[in-house]
């Protein structure tokens, strides 16, 4: 039998954890007849959450808990339950109960059935989420298609099931920031999806706002691509070429016709918008240096404040 440990963030979740625990707990018992590990991660919530895990982690030795000292993310949460996983292989899902523990036997048999496949991702049939999560995953998806070189087709979520190789390399990982799917990604191309049914969220709602989904989206972009710096770099090549033959045309009208350039607006409005492209190509290199210096600060992902994982 394989040992399969279940990595899961949990922030705010004190309605969705007993539950959670029963149904996986069901599943690995009666349909996979796997060993399991549960590790709950508290990425510092403020409700009942951590007291629950205790109650949890008394009735079940299987159940392991870790308290980070803050809210650091769901990636860092999910990097620090990495370092402590023991098993073959390794599951990661959400604590709302929308990824559900009964559709894990689909992934974990098509794993076992593909020896070739290092990593596999649930898609989701029907998905739950709101609109503007949606519209943020569509174009993050088709972001990261063209950053990292992905299969556009290919859906990037956060219920998986990984082959412990990776996430041992994953642990190394120094970046600042990282994002699991990236990283997932970049380590290998034995990807592929399974198809699942993706649960409404029965508690609460979701902690992506639309700024969040931007701020992270912004994050991606200028850490894996230059594509901002190109796109300024071009625009600005096209306007100094545009303006040379705009230079030509006057000089040659003033002095074969005598008509000279009027529309100081007009000429307002140019200046006002190249110096507006200006500032935004410094905002943008302003981003990217920041992006630098965050690295080389070298944070730690995650602080842990208590943990009980010990057998």
């Not at 394989?2 to 922030?11: A, I, K, M, Q």
């Not at 069901?26 to 991660?41: A, G, P």
């Not at 870790?66 to 809210?71: D, F, S």
């Not at 040379?244 to 016709?257: D, G, P």
Request: neutral net charge.
């Amino acid at each position: 039998m394989s040992l399969y440990s279940v990595v899961v963030p949990v922030y705010n979740s004190e309605h969705t954890l007993g539950e959670l625990y029963t149904r996986l707990e069901k599943v690995f018992r009666e349909t996979l007849k796997e060993d399991f590990e549960l590790i709950l991660v508290d990425d510092g919530s403020k409700d009942r959450s951590y007291e629950i895990m205790k109650e949890l982690r008394e009735k079940d030795h299987r159940v392991r808990i870790i308290q980070m000292a803050r809210n650091f993310g769901q990636h860092p949460a999910l990097l620090c339950g990495f370092a402590h996983v023991r098993g073959e292989f390794v599951v990661t899902m959400d604590d709302d109960l929308q990824h559900q523990p009964e559709e894990l036997p689909k992934m974990v048999r098509t794993m076992q059935e593909r020896p070739d496949v290092d990593v596999i991702i649930a898609s989701y049939e029907g998905r739950k989420h709101g609109p503007i999560r949606k519209l943020g995953t569509k174009f993050s998806v088709w972001a990261t298609s063209k950053m990292l070189g992905k299969d556009p087709d290919l859906q990037i979520t956060s219920y998986r099931l990984i082959r412990r190789f990776l996430v041992d390399a994953m642990i190394k990982t120094n970046t600042y920031l990282p994002q699991i799917g990236n990283l997932l990604i970049l380590s290998s191309n034995r990807i592929i999806n399974v198809p699942v049914q993706h649960a409404d969220r029965a508690y609460g709602k979701s902690g992506y706002s639309f700024k969040r989904l931007v701020k992270d989206l912004i994050y991606d972009i200028t850490a894996h691509t230059a594509f901002p710096l190109l796109l300024v770099r071009n625009i600005g090549i096209v306007s100094f070429l545009a303006s040379v033959i705009m230079a030509i045309y006057y000089l040659v009208r003033y002095f074969t016709m005598g008509v000279s350039v009027q529309g100081w607006t007009s000429l307002m409005l140019v200046m006002l918008a190249f110096f507006g492209l200006i500032l935004l190509s410094i905002g943008i290199m302003g981003i990217y240096l920041m992006n630098i210096l965050n690295e080389a600060k070298k944070m730690p992902h995650y602080v842990i404040r208590q943990e009980d994982t010990d057998e």
